[in-house]
């Protein structure tokens, strides 16, 4: 424990796991899934997803991690010595070092589209040919990989920094930004001539389309959107010290990438059918749609439509970075506490090997779209399942409650136990288990 840093605040911890939580997945995908799934009604089970299945497997993360104050190898073989948890503890250290691989490629394309907003690329003039850039920029891997490695780049001076120095200071800074200039984008959205359209797309209820499909995408949805199963909120709340309230800070960031989600559905689906186009999900919908939308902007303002589309493009790469530097963590601090490995060293060593998958990713649209099946089909939700079950029925009930309650100190997490911890013993491995079931068979 000497000389380990910790969060220095409640506030620190949220930050810090909300923008880990906070990813391109709020903004591409959410969106679309709340109108096809029956809007209002979808985000009403999406509500209850969150707090009823995908919280208490944040709280079992963030249990194990804040009794070890260790990275997620070392946790597995404090609780649980010469056992054969270490291997989970070894997944959750592979998985997320994966996903950062993959995921800057298209951090690398959020640089691309900021530099293109900045020039003021996205122009009346050019509007036709905007949705065709994404292709252009696509095919010249040369500019595809620099911008891979300035991504890569960004992430691992965040990460060298430390966690005080580096994560923490740059979450507290971000995330709050980060809800401003998305708020101020669902603000000009919600203006624009025929923007009704989106917004009924959003809120009107319809239960009808409330099937079982929809279930597993709320399931899914807010699963996946709180960065579960990857040691990342495991290894976040080994930095939380003994007096926070995990309870708390768990539904802190939970309650803030809800937030962000709901926020980004109406920063783009009105402004989408404002435009006349058919909705979709994806990163279509963020380089190549929305460019397009930016550009017939123009005719109203160039000025204005080219600062929407920097302001929209910033909030894409801030999004992007809080998600990827908390993926670099877990390696970072598995190398350093396990191996003895100076954080400089390690934090190189991690942007090495991101960077070299990366380019094959970028070589082969193929191992791009294997890893990320990979990770999202199969590592991530094997992972949660088996903290869930680790939490559950591998740890002392004592422990667990110990570490909830603060030893018993905090009152109202006391009563709220029991209910909590039946959530994460009985409903979270079954929810996961199906989860797990639909993405093999899927």
Not at 190 to 216: H, N, Q
């Amino acid at each position: 424990m000497s000389g380990r840093e910790n969060f220095g605040s409640r506030a620190a911890v949220i930050m810090a796991m909300a923008g880990s939580a906070i990813g391109l997945g709020n903004i591409w995908r959410f969106p679309f899934i709340v109108g096809q799934y029956g809007g209002a009604a979808f985000i009403l089970v999406y509500i209850l997803c969150c707090f009823l299945l995908s919280l208490p497997i944040l709280f079992s993360e963030s249990v194990i991690g804040r009794r070890t104050h260790k990275n997620t190898f070392g946790a597995m073989e404090a609780l649980a010595p010469r056992s054969s948890w270490k291997w989970l503890g070894l997944l959750t250290v592979v998985s997320p070092i994966i996903i950062l691989s993959y995921y800057s490629v298209v951090g690398g394309w959020s640089i691309e589209y900021l530099f293109k907003s900045v020039t003021i690329q996205f122009r009346p003039d050019n509007a036709e040919i905007v949705t065709g850039m994404f292709g252009e920029f696509a095919a010249s891997r040369a500019k595809v990989i620099a911008c891979l490695l300035l991504f890569l780049g960004m992430t691992a001076g965040i990460v060298f920094a430390g966690v005080k120095k580096g994560i923490e200071r740059f979450s507290k800074i971000t995330i709050p930004v980060l809800f401003v200039l998305v708020l101020v984008i669902a603000v000009y959205s919600l203006t624009l001539p025929g923007a009704g359209e989106g917004i009924r797309y959003l809120v009107r209820p319809d239960f009808s389309k409330l099937t079982p499909d929809a279930l597993a995408a709320a399931l899914g949805q807010s699963f996946f959107s709180l960065s579960l199963g990857v040691g990342t909120m495991l290894t976040y709340s080994s930095y939380v010290s003994k007096d926070e309230n995990l309870m708390a800070s768990g539904v802190g960031t939970a309650v803030s990438d809800l937030m962000f989600a709901i926020f980004a559905g109406f920063a783009i689906m009105p402004a989408v059918f404002a435009s006349g186009i058919a909705p979709a999900a994806g990163p279509g919908l963020v380089f190549e749609t929305l460019p397009y939308i930016f550009a017939k902007m123009g005719t109203g303002g160039l000025v204005l439509s080219a600062a929407v589309a920097i302001i929209f493009f910033i909030t894409i790469l801030v999004a992007a970075l809080t998600s990827s530097i908390s993926m670099m963590e877990v390696g970072v601090a598995y190398l350093s506490e396990e191996k003895g490995i100076s954080r400089t060293a390690a934090t190189a060593g991690i942007f090495i090997f991101a960077f070299m998958v990366g380019i094959l990713c970028v070589l082969r649209g193929s191992v791009f779209d294997f890893l990320d099946k990979l990770c999202s089909n199969f590592l991530l939700t094997l992972g949660a399942l088996l903290f869930s079950l680790f939490v559950g029925w591998k740890m002392k009930k004592e422990d667990v409650k110990d570490e909830l309650t603060n030893g018993g100190t905090l009152h109202t997490n006391v009563k709220l136990f029991p209910i909590i911890y039946f959530l994460i013993k009985y409903v979270a491995p079954v929810s996961i288990a199906v989860i797990f079931i639909s993405g093999l068979v899927g």
